[in-house]
């Protein structure tokens, strides 16, 4: 079946801007994660959804990002006045939610803030 | 500390040759580990989940140890299609299910 999407693949941003990235889990999956990567490191927690509700959001770094998943599916990250440091891969995780909580990574959103 | 820690090596090992490195833990309230494979500017892919008793999945071979509260991986008879940055994934019931990574171990195969 289908895996986890991300779009846009790559994106590049002047400093300032406002972007979205946008996940789309496995279809069924009710437990949706956005992490962010920087070079040489593994993936760090964002945000968890569970449904439709943002279950845990202690791993936001600053309240220039926020997520939503407003009907318990597709989650779009948005981050506002990007800074250079925010540069990093966003990947996003789904799994199954209910007794099974292996994550299956999408293929990850690459911004670029120049 | 970092939570989750592991050898960033490279591993340099030869076609065939059985190669293992270890990932430790620190917070003692984990309860799901896994392993992840991923290639270079590519997402990280589940390759096992790590159950207690140690699980084993063809020439992949997982372990638990709690009480040192590390997990390690090993790999027989490699192969040039294992070349491939591992991370070790660690999660907590009671931490909404979500992972904390190390930064991983790359492991290079050569003919």
């Known amino acids: 079946g289908a895996g986890v999407s991300q779009t846009p693949s790559n994106k590049v941003t002047e400093k300032g801007k406002y972007v979205e990235l946008r996940c789309d889990p496995i279809s069924g999956h009710t437990a949706l994660y956005w992490y962010r990567q920087s070079l040489g490191q593994g993936p760090e927690f964002l945000i968890y959804f569970q449904g439709t509700g943002a279950a845990d959001d202690s791993g936001l770094p600053n309240d220039r990002f926020f997520a939503v998943r407003p009907e318990g599916s597709v989650s779009t990250l948005k981050i506002q006045r990007t800074e250079r440091g925010d540069s990093a891969v966003y990947l996003c995780?789904?799994?199954?939610?209910?007794?099974?909580?292996?994550?299956?990574f999408g293929p990850g959103t690459r911004l670029t803030v120049t | 500390r970092k939570e989750v820690e592991q050898d960033p090596g490279p591993f340099n090992v030869p076609e065939g040759a059985t190669v293992a490195f270890n990932c430790t833990y620190s917070n003692s309230a984990s309860q799901s580990f896994f392993w992840y494979r991923q290639d270079c500017r590519k997402e990280p892919k589940l390759l096992m989940s790590v159950y207690s008793s140690g699980n084993e999945d063809g020439r992949f071979t997982a372990q638990l140890n709690r009480a040192s509260q590390y997990i390690s991986l090993l790999i027989r008879d490699s192969k040039l299609s294992d070349s491939a940055t591992y991370l070790c994934a660690v999660a907590d019931f009671n931490n909404d299910y979500k992972l904390s990574f190390g930064a991983g171990t790359t492991v290079t195969v050569r003919a």
């Open positions: 995780a789904s799994s199954p939610g209910t007794g099974d909580y292996e994550q299956y």
